[in-house]
Nanobody, 127 residues
Framework: QVQLVESGGGLVQAGGSLRLSCTASGRTFSSYGMGWFRQAPGKEREFVAGISWSGIRTYYTDSVKGRFTASRDNAKNTVWLQMNSLRPEDTAVYYC????????????????????WGQGTQVTVSS
């Protein structure tokens, strides 16, 4: 089992930055990809970013490319989502999640491929 605890959300002005952190605990016997998703009120949960176990491959939804950066340090069991140039439309609850999919490069965008989820952290961007 993997337990995920995330933090770093808050209120920020448009154009500002936040860094979300997600720390995993529990016994882990396999490598895993990590994803970031977000859900705004009245909207479906959507994929934001993904990162392979090695950290070499990263994936981003079009709306955050060039603004958000995913990274990880497996020795610290931690992944980060650096969010720059934030916009009001980025306002949402952000979730980190772990995937044990064997072909993560083709499944990173699908929330059903992530069996473990963090509790969520609120990000609010004021205009």
């Amino acid at each position: 089992q993997v337990q995920l605890v995330e933090s770093g959300g808050g209120l920020v002005q448009a154009g500002g930055s936040l860094r979300l952190s997600c720390t995993a605990s529990g016994r882990t016997f396999s490598s895993y990809g990590m994803g970031w998703f977000r859900q705004a009120p009245g909207k479906e949960r959507e994929f934001v970013a993904g990162i392979s176990w090695s950290g070499i491959r990263t994936y981003y939804t079009d709306s955050v490319k060039g603004r958000f950066t995913a990274s990880r340090d497996n020795a610290k069991n931690t992944v980060w989502l650096q969010m720059n140039s934030l916009r009001p439309e980025d306002t949402a609850v952000y979730y980190c999640a772990a995937s044990f999919a064997t072909s993560y490069s083709t499944k990173y965008h699908d929330p059903h491929e992530y069996p473990y989820w963090g509790q969520g952290t609120q990000v609010t961007v004021s205009s």
